[in-house]
């Protein structure tokens, strides 16, 4: 199929009002998700998932999409107005944005932040477009072992940098890959963990896992401490960013929005550290460097690009290996598997029209982004006063109905429940969450992978090492290891 | 302090050092039981299987020695530091009295009678229910609006999950709703 087949393919599935309309959606939800601190674009991506189950795929996909991208942007406005990053991501964007809040130039940091966050994830969508076609046809190569290498290579990387300690990260990753191991054995079919209950032999359901793993440890911190998010709202002000303000900043834009796709390529990574990585470079090498931190609006700018670069960039690895490169796209692949979809190399020939259709979808939700954060930016008082104490409730309520709504089973509702106090106390032992879920969800394809590599190889191991694509990414994970563990001896305090 | 308060600054909160401490030694006790118990009981692996690496019981192994090991990397890292910094997050994260953890219990309570009144008193009414207990629970300054809002959430959501999505949702064996 020619480029223009391809387009035009893309154009029929999504060139319709209710495709755009799903999107539009999904960037208000995501952006009022985003804004409530405690809510996160993790946890609004999650409530969102059971609502796609009835919809075209296209149409769900694009609607978790729009809540991704709509919930990094919102994450910016408490950020800025009442110093509480509404999501991981814009913790960076305190650094200036409440220092200008302070001084009564909010506004002018949420219009920079709006303007930057737009334009770095244009630029992220593009090289999603160019980049993600060329490396799933390159996937088409792999074989298991290469499969193998890959998933262990991205769930090393994810355990390292998800968290203050490469240990804890694995710890956690291990974890979810020995809750993956519950239910039938993948080649003989024998019974793993399922204590004879016919509930647990398909596994547990990867949604009930998600959303008790993100959604209900926020309703359980809730009941440990009651007033934890309140705070004071910031005035908007008067001042309004300019154009001079973009120019100005427009270098360090464009420099946080290569950090935010290069970093976002790479399985595991997320937008936090891009948004850090791309504020430090920024102040490096702006000539207003010592103004950074006190309220310089080419910080917030830097720190919005870096963390929205991200956002497009993530779905690389996602639809072109089908290894997610963070939390939001291993929950979006969730909605790819509800409608039967699986994304990976196989995916640009067999269901083409639906990847041109999302690159469509997703080079307009740059313009829906900058339409939605303008009336985002002035109505956040009213985000902000939603009460947290009725919030979580009706969270609660619709994690249970949501998580029914994949099998009709109260059984998932139980499972949801349980890995909800995990997830809580894996949050009060600081054990991040993210390399748990990405292993629960890798876990059967590394296994599977592993096992097709010793059937091919009659358990010959070294079939694992077997060309330059496997020596690639096992190179990879080794850097990756003593990278991280030499920073973590380095820096000794706080201890690994 | 009254209980339920919060201490800051309070010499009461976790060490980086005995929290590896602890989760290694967890690892560690996690790893055993699924080596000696867990696997060999609850992993059927057909008797005609010639090769260990291809049988169903080989993968659950590897991970078990894994988290053994990330556990025994753990305890190293605590025993073989003389740190022991105090991290101000739990310093704010744990409170003094009792009213924290009667609320945790509580909450587990509410999630259990969830379970349990889904499939007898139907999704919408539990859910109901489980809404007002929650909001009391969390000390609500809206106490009508959390009435109002227990009664209309759980009807729109069944209302798009029966009716738009096409899910049975429970009905319970009391009052059914069209």
């Known amino acids: 199929m020619s480029l223009m087949d391809s387009l035009a393919a893309g154009f ?62 919102g994450g910016s406005i408490p950020a800025i107005l009442i110093k509480t990053p ?4 814009s913790s960076a964007t305190i650094l200036d944005g409440y220092p200008m809040a302070e001084r009564g130039e909010a506004g002018r940091a949420l219009g920079m932040a709006l303007y930057a966050s737009c334009t770095a994830d244009a630029v992220s969508n593009l090289a999603l477009i160019l980049f993600a076609g060329w490396l799933a046809s390159f996937a088409l190569n792999f074989g298991p072992p290469e499969f193998f290498a890959l998933i262990l290579f991205s769930l090393t990387i994810i355990a390292g940098v998800s968290g203050e300690s490469l240990l804890r990260g694995a710890l956690s990753a291990l974890a979810g890959l020995l809750l993956a191991t519950i239910g039938l054995d993948l080649v003989y079919g024998t019974n793993r963990f399922t204590f004879g209950d016919p509930n647990m032999m398909g596994g547990l359901n990867f949604i009930a896992v998600l959303i008790g793993l993100f959604a209900i440890p926020e309703i359980i911190a809730m009941a440990w ?10 005035a908007l002000g008067k001042s309004k960013v300019t154009l001079a303000d973009y120019i100005g900043s427009f270098k360090s834009i464009l420099r946080g929005s290569m950090i935010g796709v290069f970093l976002g390529s790479i399985p595991g990574i997320g937008a936090a550290p891009s948004a850090f990585l791309s504020y430090s470079e920024a102040r490096r090498t702006s000539k207003n460097k010592d103004n950074f931190g006190k309220g310089e609006i080419e910080g917030v700018a830097a720190s919005e690009a870096g963390n929205n670069g991200v956002a497009g960039a993530t779905l690389i690895p996602l639809l072109a290996l089908g290894v997610p490169g963070d939390v939001i796209t291993a929950i979006i692949i969730g909605a790819f598997m509800v409608h039967g979809l699986q994304p990976g190399p196989m995916m640009f020939i067999l269901n083409v029209d639906i990847i041109y259709g999302l690159f469509i979808g997703l080079i307009v939700s740059s313009v829906f982004l900058l339409i939605v954060g303008s009336v985002a930016i002035r109505g956040f008082r009213f985000v902000a006063d939603v009460p947290k104490r009725l919030l979580m409730p009706a969270v609660l309520v619709l994690c249970i109905y949501g998580v029914f709504a994949v099998n009709n089973n109260i059984f998932d509702v139980g499972v949801m429940f349980a890995m909800g106090w995990v997830g809580y106390l894996m949050m009060r032992h600081r054990i991040p969450a993210a390399p748990f879920l990405i292993a629960f969800i890798l876990g059967p ?18 079939i694992l090492m077997r060309g330059p694509i496997t020596w690639f990414f096992w190179t990879l994970t080794f850097i990756t290891v003593f990278a991280i563990t030499r920073s973590t001896l380095r820096k000794r305090v706080p201890l690994s | 302090m009254r209980p339920g308060a919060f ?18 030694i967890a690892a560690i006790l996690g790893a055993a039981f699924l080596a000696a118990v867990a696997i060999p009981n609850y992993v059927s692996s057909p008797s005609n299987v010639g090769n260990i690496i291809l049988s169903p019981v080989f993968w659950p192994y590897v991970l078990a020695g894994l988290t ?24 704010i994260a744990i409170p003094v009295g009792h009213a924290p953890w009667l609320r945790l219990a509580a909450l587990a309570v509410i999630m259990g009678l969830v ?27 809206h106490p009508i609006a959390a009435l109002v809002c227990a009664v209309v959430v759980p009807l729109l959501l069944y209302a798009f999950f029966a009716h738009v999505a096409g899910v049975a949702i429970p009905q319970g064996n009391f009052v059914r709703l069209p």
């Open chain 1, 445 to 462: 394809l590394l296994e599977d992978n592993f096992r097709q590599s010793m059937l091919m190889s009659g358990s010959d191991p070294s």
């Open chain 2, 68 to 91: 053994g090991i990330v556990g025994f990397g753990l305890v190293l890292t605590a025993v073989f530091s003389d740190l022991t910094v105090f991290d101000p997050r739990d310093e």
């Open chain 1, 225 to 234: 401490n009651p007033v934890a998010h309140l705070g004071k709202t910031r």
């Open chain 2, 115 to 141: 379970m349990v009144g889904l499939p007898r008193l139907g999704m919408v009414w539990t859910c109901m229910l489980a809404f007002v207990a929650c909001a009391f629970l969390f000390r609500t300054r």
């Open chain 1, 86 to 89: 509404g999501t991981p991501a």
């Open chain 2, 7 to 24: 201490s800051i600054g309070a010499p009461i909160s976790m060490t980086t050092k005995s929290l590896h401490l602890r989760i290694g």
């Open chain 1, 12 to 73: 029929a599935l999504v060139g319709n009002v209710e495709a755009f309309f799903m999107l539009f959606c999904g960037l208000v939800i995501g952006v009022i998700g985003g804004a409530i601190p405690g809510l996160s674009a993790t946890m609004a991506v999650a409530l969102t998932l059971p609502f796609t189950f009835s919809m075209a795929p296209i149409n769900g996909i694009l609607l978790l999409l729009g809540v991704y991208k709509g919930g990094i942007f």
